[in-house]
C-alpha cells in the first residue's frame, strides 16, 4: 500500500484527486482532525499514530504539506 499524507490547513487540495492510482491519499485537516497548533509534523505525527496498527513492511508512506508545489512545481 502507497499512502500520501497531506497536512493541510485551507490549501485547495484537488490535486489529490490526479495521484497515480496506487496512492491513496490520507488528509489531516488542522482544526478538523486536530486543533491547529504546531506545524506540518504535528499532522505527520497524528497520522502515523492512527495509521501505525496497519503499517506493513512493504507499505511505503510520503508525507506532504497541502500545497507541495512552491517547494516543487512537478
Given at each position: 500500500?502507497?499512502?500520501?499524507?497531506?497536512?493541510?490547513?485551507?490549501?485547495?487540495?484537488?490535486?489529490?484527486?490526479?495521484?497515480?492510482?496506487?496512492?491513496?491519499?490520507?488528509?489531516?485537516?488542522?482544526?478538523?482532525?486536530?486543533?491547529?497548533?504546531?506545524?506540518?509534523?504535528?499532522?505527520?505525527?497524528?497520522?502515523?499514530?492512527?495509521?501505525?496498527?496497519?503499517?506493513a513492511?512493504?507499505?511505503?508512506?510520503?508525507?506532504?504539506?497541502?500545497?507541495?508545489?512552491?517547494?516543487?512545481?512537478?
Amino acid at each position: 500500500m502507497k499512502v500520501l499524507v497531506v497536512a493541510r490547513y485551507g490549501e485547495d487540495i484537488t490535486w489529490t484527486q490526479q495521484l497515480l492510482d496506487d496512492w491513496t491519499p490520507r488528509i489531516v485537516q488542522k482544526d478538523v482532525d486536530l486543533p491547529n497548533h504546531g506545524r506540518e509534523p504535528t499532522s505527520y505525527l497524528h497520522a502515523i499514530l492512527e495509521l501505525y496498527p496497519a503499517v506493513a513492511p512493504s507499505d511505503t508512506y510520503g508525507f506532504v504539506q497541502g500545497n507541495p508545489f512552491d517547494h516543487c512545481p512537478d
